[in-house]
């Protein structure tokens, strides 16, 4: 099969993950990503291509509840069956890591992981062919057709968030399951999920579900790597503070010493 990158990057040993990103910035800009626009050019702080229309005066977040996540992968499931990715590979899973507690029997935890469809997603703006893209309801999304499989989002994505695709050899990601919602549906894995983990809503309808649940938890309430100043919209209740600032890999089980 054809290799399908049309201009591969070489990453030094000592190259840091920011100047790497800062490299497929500038190779966006070559690719005439800005188009006639003079504001907002690539490689400007804070650059994000204009958002394409979504659902009308909607901003979709998730609220993981890990208190009553079990870890039966029900979700993983219901995701692979809508979704149909290739096997092995999976746009949302749980996975089980184990917390060593000095003293004590070490602990279990069930982490739920999918796409955080960041309000500031560093995916979007290193797309040389700006197949990747984020609607203004927030949800980010790939355009197969013009997706030419670079793979420079994902390694954009500080949260493996996202693959490239063995069958289509484009880019692939949890949408939220946006074809669902619009029609009025559950995304697969909340609808699926047995102990009510997941709940998804507009985070600009002050009577909804998810922004009830997170009031009545404010000081509860964490995301995934806040420092990456991604603006995450995927919520978590019950994150354990060893998993705040760094959590990677694919792996069923991670060993993370408790400090």
Do not use: W
């Amino acid at each position: 099969m054809a290799d399908k990158t049309p201009f591969p990057l070489t990453q030094n040993p000592g190259q840091t993950k920011r100047t790497f990103l800062q490299e497929l910035v500038a190779l966006a800009t070559t690719f005439g990503l800005a188009g006639s626009a003079q504001a907002g050019m690539p490689g400007a702080p804070g650059f994000q291509p204009t958002r394409r229309p979504g659902m009308e005066g909607k901003r979709f977040g998730m609220l993981v509840d890990m208190r009553k996540c079990i870890g039966c992968q029900a979700c993983t499931v219901s995701c692979s069956v809508e979704n149909m990715p290739p096997i092995g590979q999976f746009r949302t899973t749980v996975l089980q890591y184990e917390v060593d507690q000095p003293g004590n029997a070490p602990a279990m935890v069930s982490l739920p992981r999918l796409c955080n469809h960041c309000d500031e997603p560093p995916c979007v703006p290193v797309c040389p062919v700006q197949a990747t893209f984020q609607r203004t309801d927030g949800i980010v999304l790939v355009d197969n057709e013009r997706c030419v499989g670079c793979g420079y989002c994902v390694q954009a994505c500080p949260y493996d968030a996202r693959f490239i695709n063995h069958e289509t050899q484009t880019a692939d990601k949890c949408t939220f399951c946006e074809h669902r919602l619009e029609v009025g549906l559950l995304p697969a894995c909340v609808e699926s999920c047995v102990g009510g983990a997941r709940v998804i809503g507009d985070l600009n309808d002050q009577h909804s579900e998810i922004n009830q649940r997170m009031a009545a938890h404010q000081d509860e309430i964490k995301v995934l790597k806040p420092e990456m100043k991604t603006e995450p919209r995927v919520f978590y209740i019950g994150l354990p503070d060893e998993f705040v600032h760094g959590v990677d890999g694919q792996a069923s089980v991670r060993l993370i010493a408790e400090h």
